[in-house]
């Protein structure tokens, strides 16, 4: 099956530190990749969306210089946080699929659970 | 801005026991899928439904879309701790793919 890694799984950082997170397909090419965030307990809330070789599609109210999104290529799409404080500690979570037809499933990596010091 | 609610938010059970989840909007969606959780793991997804009324089932799991595909049910026969996570509803919307993801409801099932 259609498999997607994130790397890295965890990371724990300093205040002000950018953070680049990489979310691959590894046996299918992915047109768009889904970037979500999620809070301890709580449902998923989409960021971003990124087609390959396009600039990413925002979410109201994510900031895009805080939260930056590049898709160079079929197989990856990376999310750097930039200049991370405390309030971006959180769970982010890729997905990928393939194509544009609806009705397709997410592909999801396993996250990344980010903290903040 | 659609929204998904879940209900119940959080269910404690006992093996054996049955249970029912339900995921509403008020928007209508062109999909709605059903995904499990474990902690520090994506979403897994389990079924997705795309015709009102349609029902699917996977084991002991019985999912349904409602009729207006506004809503939908995840019905779960003879809990096993197996069972144990979080489950998410998400609906499709619009040309491009995205999904909402609803509230979530964590169950938890004992021995």
């Known amino acids: 099956g259609a498999v997607v890694s994130q790397h890295p799984s965890r990371v724990i950082c300093k205040s002000g530190t950018s953070v680049k997170i990489e979310c691959r397909s590894l046996d299918f090419q992915a047109t768009t990749m889904f970037w979500y965030r999620q809070f301890p307990k709580k449902s998923l809330m989409l960021m971003a969306t990124s087609n390959e070789g396009s600039k990413a599609t925002y979410e109201q109210g994510v900031e895009k210089d805080k939260f930056l999104i590049n898709h160079a290529s079929l197989t990856l799409s990376t999310l750097t946080v930039t200049s991370a404080h405390p309030e971006d500690s959180s769970f982010y979570i890729c997905?990928?699929?393939?194509?544009?037809?609806?009705?397709?499933?997410?592909?999801f990596g396993d996250g990344t659970r980010l903290s903040i010091l | 801005t659609q929204l998904l609610e879940q209900s119940p938010q959080f269910l404690s059970i006992q093996e054996g026991e049955n249970l029912t989840v339900y995921c509403n909007s008020s928007s209508v969606f062109s999909s709605l899928q059903w995904y499990r959780q474990e902690p520090g793991e994506g979403p897994v997804l389990l079924v997705t439904?795309?015709?009102?009324?349609e029902v699917k089932k996977l084991k002991r799991l019985t999912f349904q879309f409602g009729d207006a595909r506004k809503d939908s049910s995840l019905h779960i026969t003879a809990a096993q701790p197996g069972d144990t996570g979080l489950y998410l509803c998400a609906g499709e919307y619009g040309t491009a793919s995205k999904l909402t993801f609803g509230t979530g409801t964590r169950l938890q099932v004992t021995l």
């Open positions: 997905s990928a699929i393939t194509g544009s037809r609806l009705n397709q499933p997410q592909h």
């Open positions: 439904v795309v015709t009102g009324g």
